[in-house]
């Protein structure tokens, strides 16, 4: 006889899996009967998404209804009685666990946004999440009969909320409301108090009332926590091999998903360095293939235009065309497979008219090299989006959207529906260059007034934890080991106190007083460098006076039509990422053309700045088109990397003659050729080579000791 434990309920949901899914689907004769059959093979999620179709709009609460009832029905049957054995008592546990996790899955999709995507009416939404609270509570109440405590409901919401408080060990916007959703848990109504605590806390953050506002789209720079983002109304996410490894690290249960896709590829077995690349490829697929899921319903429901998660190709041959080009085909052609397998269920009942399969992947491309103006025209060509990275400047950021917008422009000819692009800003990292060489400046300055320079630059190693490397670079100069010590990981901000102290000490300022304000004025600037070439970027390509003039360059320059040119243009997104405060986002928003790619821990900042009451939802609609005084800029332009990210170069200069743009855009902007020397752009290249050879080392050792086992 078994004892229905806690322990014993963990270990039987942990370690269950979900059926394969394979075509064709198994028998089904009408949607409730699909979502039941498909939650109880393992696919919960899958099956709540199946709900989110315009097809379903009117039916809704009825088809609700009669899943509430079949599932009734298995939940009564998976009693767990006194004579069964423990095989048996796990199966009708996780039986059980995924009953109560499709309709938690259900209620949240619901109470999200994307029932507004879907466009049901709030009265069979209200009523459908009725049903499901009722069914639920009435489901604790069994438990607690039978077991004396709601122990499988107990366990569900458990696991659904640990999930969340994990999301970047903690320090994110999703712990916090996990913290808060567990925190309102009431142990004599459990299931009614998650459910209740769980609307509160997406109906009341501040994302939510902006992406029902339309006042901004938002995205995730990391690879876990994205259905709950989803429901706040995220759209997009970004993601690179270290995110990728990120996830492999907080979500271990990826490996077992790598080793089933390992064992199919005898050649990697026999000699994994050869295959080193392609392996690294599979493993971020098979890391990341939870969000192309998540978002398949907003890019379905969109046709295209949301729902899209950012790869990042090799970045060893960002600067080759045809090695880059033959990557993204495969990993696009693989990913295409499989979901062509999943849309036959999550679409299952559905007109066949829409397309199954069409991956919603966007190929992050570095623009740091000239090759990606090419890259990016044509695999746009094909359909096939883009969002151009490791770029920091009008110069970039406009010609790279000229490229996406001639691939489009070819597609769109050939009748292919153009998918979302993205334009990425990453401002914060433009912030940390420009601060390390004002930092390296001003502590030459200061190594200038001390006589014994060595000894004051060991002092300030060691008071910054740097004295390691910095003993390494004993033989090199002054100077460079100084910018050692300036590099962001040391020195994260020039008003550290460490920094000001130092500078002080040298003389270079009276007192560290003046110090303090002179370095607070300097961070201040500078924190503004991302905003501005944002609001730049933004304001050439889509302000109301310049929107209908590259509407009409668009027709005129590729020959097509009105409607073609308006959804080439409507589908490019600025993308502002990489930030590092909450004006970073609350600046530069745009109910148009405006997509936020944000960190976990940002998302917090952002959070917390509104909910202090600092700030207004209403207070920063269309805040990209809001000028932020001359001061600032004059500031700014004395620091010539800033001149470079900010003006345009003779080649853009054309461009803009020829479309119409009016402005005094200045001259010294950077020209394509400099793109790979450019400092934020060198130091970005190195950062991801290093993190992709990591992940891929990472996952080589793992496919050789699969080979060692096998042997």
Partial sequence: MVSLT????????????????????????????????????????????????????GHLAETVGAIVRQLNLEFIAAKVEPGDSEAAAEEKVVRRHRCYEVLFEIYLNLVGVESRWVGFDRSEVEASLSYIEAAVREWEALERQEYGAPLVAKATISRILSDLKRVRKGDSMLAHMAERIEGSLSPDDLTGSFLRSAREAIEGNPYFKLSLMGACKFGNDYALGLRWLRHLGYVQVSTNPVLAAIAYDERPE????????????PEWLKDPEGHADEIAMEATRVGLMENFLVFRPPFLLSGYHDGLVSYQLNPNIAADVERS??????????TQEFLKVYDAYLLWGYSAAQERGRPNIVFKVAGAYPSAIEIAKRLNERGMGTNITVVYTV???????????????????????????YITNMGGRLEDHLREVEAEELLVKALERVSDKEAFLRGLAESLGALGEYEQAGGKPLEERARLLCRKKYLRKLTDERFVRALASSGLYASEEEALKDLSRREEVIGYAGILVTQRVYR?????????????YIKRKWGVTDEQAEEILDRIDVLPASKRKPIDTIYTLASRNMTHTEFPNHQLKVFLEFEKGRVDVNDVLESVMVDHGHEVLEELMKRPDFVKAYEVPPELAEILKEVGVEGDFGSGGLRVEEWPSYGPCVKTMTQFIEGYERFKRKCVEFVRELARAAK
């Fill in 6 to 57: 806690e322990e014993l309920i963990s270990r039987a949901i942990s370690k269950s899996r979900p059926e394969k899914l394979t075509l064709p689907v198994p028998p089904r004769v009408d949607h409730a009967d699909h979502v039941v059959k498909t939650a109880l093979s393992g696919h919960a999620k899958l099956a709540a998404d199946h709900l989110l179709h315009r097809e379903m709009v």
């Fill in 254 to 265: 990826l490996w077992e998903e790598f080793r089933e896709v390992a064992l199919q590829h």
């Fill in 540 to 552: 050439i390509l889509f302000s109301p006076e310049n929107r209908p003039k590259w509407l009409a």
């Fill in 395 to 421: 110069s970039q950021e406009v010609l790279l959207g000229v490229a996406e917008m001639e691939g489009m422009a070819k597609a769109a000819k050939r009748g292919v529906k153009v998918t979302q692009v």
């Fill in 325 to 334: 080009l033959s990557d993204a085909l495969k990993f696009y052609m693989r």
